[in-house]
């Protein structure tokens, strides 16, 4: 029998970070260099030294207030002009050309922008964070709704049902499956950004408290920071999928994917208040 | 209260290349009209725009005498599949056309248990579409066309992707179910011996229209089919859609 996949999954983690320890105990010097490095275990004693600190946990909030903030944004507005966007001619042209230029910019070039347009660091973060998130949200969205089976609509449609429920009844839970994708993607560029922009311009947060670490030549505290970003982007990036996943359990099993997750046992009862709601 | 459906001199497609032109077509309150022709016939836009989902290019459509604009509840539409909501239970399929025309919820539960056990599917409640059966599927779409007392019912080869046991058992449960209800029934199929055990009358789609109407004699019983009237009707029809302009080479049709 194979073993449980959450055992080979702590496996497969801890293995990697023994080969780090290796590398760098031994001080390997390949064409890459380990000597520099912390081992693990010395990132091991500065993390539990740290999550000791008030400091530490501060940050922590920061970033996830941050965070948290942009993304609900980014998913609100993000969800809101997709929908508008590929069920609405005119506000494709209108907002269609607009949209498409800003999104190649990334985001974390908008950091001048938000510091001119923001009283306060503070907003400036969430901004771009949103920023970020809001395009794979967009574009997810916009290519969901679009691909909704005509049928499904045609049907509320003869049934007597007009533009809002249609888009109640049919566009929302029928596009769900790919709004999850784009806000899956969404919170991992989240991310990224909300990390860089606290490290450019921000007050305190894991990605300020990361760079400054660096700063000061403490390396063990860099890998603290990458650590704990490595972590929370890990768990909140679950937790969407497991949202999402709960949510589209209605999708035939082979799309839904294996994760490491408590898949529910019985999926229907979970969703049930949730359908209901939606169908009012 | 069934309705009644009347065409003159419709036209229907796209402007500048209409698939159907000058039909003219009236279908009684109450009487079951089937519609056979080739694929690309134009069978489905006929049905579409009966249902109010596709604006004709000329002509008129009439319901009851009076202008008919746009989709409305009282025409249900029964697609050939897939035309249920598949994250909402059987239940909650079965219940969309009252919750569309907001009735209230305690008032729904009644219909909705009564349609479901009339398709035979009681029991059956609280699963999704993608588990049941292609049969138990249409039954769903059946009891959700019935649910909200429609006056008339417009079905889009609604068996057509079924194997031949279940396709005999949903074309009885559907003559059962019209027994009772008696409402207006436009019934379109690529299959002849269908349209004649079905339909009161067969409507036969051919060169971009009606070409020919046909009042069956002995409809509804399997066992007529042996009857010389029904044999050389059939064999009237399968001429007439072999004649007919065939813009889609015809395909392991029956």
Redesign the interface.
């Given at each position: 029998m194979r073993p449980p996949r959450r055992l080979v999954r702590a496996a497969a983690l801890l293995a990697s970070a023994g080969l780090w320890q290796l590398l760098t105990s031994q001080h390997v010097r390949l064409w890459v260099r380990f000597d520099h490095l912390p081992t693990a275990v010395e990132v091991w004693r500065a993390f539990t030294a740290r999550l000791g600190t008030a400091e530490y946990w501060q940050d922590l909030a920061d970033s996830l207030r941050r965070i948290g903030g942009g993304f609900l944004l980014a998913a609100v507005l993000g969800v809101a002009l997709g929908v508008l966007t590929a069920r609405s001619r005119w506000a494709a042209d209108l907002l269609g050309p607009v949209l498409e230029v800003v999104r190649p910019v990334p985001a974390i070039a908008l950091v001048p922008v938000a510091i001119m347009l923001f009283p306060e660091n503070e907003q400036g973060i969430v901004f771009i964070t949103c920023t970020a998130a809001f395009f794979p949200v967009l574009v997810a969205t916009r290519h969901a709704v679009r691909a909704v089976p005509p049928l499904w609509e045609e049907a509320v449609r003869t049934m007597g049902g007009g533009r809002a429920r249609v888009l109640w009844s049919v566009v929302l839970p029928g596009a769900l499956p790919g709004v999850v994708g784009g806000l899956s993607v969404g919170i991992g560029v989240a991310w990224i950004c909300v990390i860089s922009a606290e490290m450019v311009s921000g007050q305190f947060g894991v990605g300020y408290r990361t760079w400054s670490a660096y700063t000061v030549l403490d390396y063990p505290g860099v890998f603290v920071g990458m650590a704990t970003i490595g972590v929370l982007g890990w768990a909140t990036s679950g937790t969407v999928e497991l949202i999402g996943r709960r949510l589209t359990a209605w999708l035939p099993p082979a799309a839904a994917g294996r994760s490491a997750a408590p898949a529910p046992v019985r999926p229907a009862p979970a969703v049930r208040p949730a359908r209901q709601e939606a169908g009012v | 209260m069934s309705l009644r459906l009347t065409a003159r001199g419709l036209c229907l497609g796209h402007p500048g290349h209409p698939v159907l032109d000058g039909v003219d077509l009236d279908v009684a309150p109450g009487e079951v009209l089937t519609v056979v022709g080739v694929s690309g016939g134009g069978k489905s836009t006929l049905l579409?725009a009966l249902?109010?989902?596709l604006p004709p290019l000329g002509g008129e459509l009439l319901a009851d005498g009076r202008p008919l604009r746009g989709?409305?509840?009282e025409?249900?539409?029964v697609?050939q599949e897939?035309?249920?909501?598949?994250?909402?239970?059987v239940r909650?399929n079965v219940?969309?056309?009252l919750?569309?025309?907001r009735t209230p919820r305690a008032e729904r539960s009644g219909p909705v248990a009564d349609w479901i056990g009339r398709v035979g599917l009681a029991g059956l409640e609280?699963r999704?579409p993608?588990e049941l059966s292609g049969g138990q599927r249409q039954r769903v779409q059946l009891a959700r066309a019935l649910v909200?007392a429609p006056r008339a019912v417009l079905m889009d080869e609604p068996f057509g992707a079924l194997d031949a046991q279940t396709r005999a058992a949903m074309q009885q449960l559907l003559l059962s179910v019209w027994e009772k209800e008696r409402c207006t029934v436009v019934f379109v199929t690529h299959d002849v011996d269908e349209a004649l055990l079905l339909g009161d009358r067969v409507a036969v789609l051919g060169g971009g229209t009606v070409a020919a109407v046909h009042a069956v004699p002995y409809s509804r019983d399997p066992a007529a089919r042996s009857e010389p009237a029904v044999a050389a009707l059939r064999e009237l029809l399968l001429a007439q859609l072999s004649g007919a302009g065939r813009p889609v080479p015809e395909e392991g049709s029956p």
């Amino acid at each position: 029998m194979r073993p449980p996949r959450r055992l080979v999954r702590a496996a497969a983690l801890l293995a990697s970070a023994g080969l780090w320890q290796l590398l760098t105990s031994q001080h390997v010097r390949l064409w890459v260099r380990f000597d520099h490095l912390p081992t693990a275990v010395e990132v091991w004693r500065a993390f539990t030294a740290r999550l000791g600190t008030a400091e530490y946990w501060q940050d922590l909030a920061d970033s996830l207030r941050r965070i948290g903030g942009g993304f609900l944004l980014a998913a609100v507005l993000g969800v809101a002009l997709g929908v508008l966007t590929a069920r609405s001619r005119w506000a494709a042209d209108l907002l269609g050309p607009v949209l498409e230029v800003v999104r190649p910019v990334p985001a974390i070039a908008l950091v001048p922008v938000a510091i001119m347009l923001f009283p306060e660091n503070e907003q400036g973060i969430v901004f771009i964070t949103c920023t970020a998130a809001f395009f794979p949200v967009l574009v997810a969205t916009r290519h969901a709704v679009r691909a909704v089976p005509p049928l499904w609509e045609e049907a509320v449609r003869t049934m007597g049902g007009g533009r809002a429920r249609v888009l109640w009844s049919v566009v929302l839970p029928g596009a769900l499956p790919g709004v999850v994708g784009g806000l899956s993607v969404g919170i991992g560029v989240a991310w990224i950004c909300v990390i860089s922009a606290e490290m450019v311009s921000g007050q305190f947060g894991v990605g300020y408290r990361t760079w400054s670490a660096y700063t000061v030549l403490d390396y063990p505290g860099v890998f603290v920071g990458m650590a704990t970003i490595g972590v929370l982007g890990w768990a909140t990036s679950g937790t969407v999928e497991l949202i999402g996943r709960r949510l589209t359990a209605w999708l035939p099993p082979a799309a839904a994917g294996r994760s490491a997750a408590p898949a529910p046992v019985r999926p229907a009862p979970a969703v049930r208040p949730a359908r209901q709601e939606a169908g009012v | 209260m069934s309705l009644r459906l009347t065409a003159r001199g419709l036209c229907l497609g796209h402007p500048g290349h209409p698939v159907l032109d000058g039909v003219d077509l009236d279908v009684a309150p109450g009487e079951v009209l089937t519609v056979v022709g080739v694929s690309g016939g134009g069978k489905s836009t006929l049905l579409r725009a009966l249902a109010g989902l596709l604006p004709p290019l000329g002509g008129e459509l009439l319901a009851d005498g009076r202008p008919l604009r746009g989709p409305g509840a009282e025409r249900a539409l029964v697609f050939q599949e897939d035309g249920l909501l598949p994250w909402r239970t059987v239940r909650r399929n079965v219940e969309l056309p009252l919750a569309v025309r907001r009735t209230p919820r305690a008032e729904r539960s009644g219909p909705v248990a009564d349609w479901i056990g009339r398709v035979g599917l009681a029991g059956l409640e609280r699963r999704l579409p993608r588990e049941l059966s292609g049969g138990q599927r249409q039954r769903v779409q059946l009891a959700r066309a019935l649910v909200g007392a429609p006056r008339a019912v417009l079905m889009d080869e609604p068996f057509g992707a079924l194997d031949a046991q279940t396709r005999a058992a949903m074309q009885q449960l559907l003559l059962s179910v019209w027994e009772k209800e008696r409402c207006t029934v436009v019934f379109v199929t690529h299959d002849v011996d269908e349209a004649l055990l079905l339909g009161d009358r067969v409507a036969v789609l051919g060169g971009g229209t009606v070409a020919a109407v046909h009042a069956v004699p002995y409809s509804r019983d399997p066992a007529a089919r042996s009857e010389p009237a029904v044999a050389a009707l059939r064999e009237l029809l399968l001429a007439q859609l072999s004649g007919a302009g065939r813009p889609v080479p015809e395909e392991g049709s029956p």
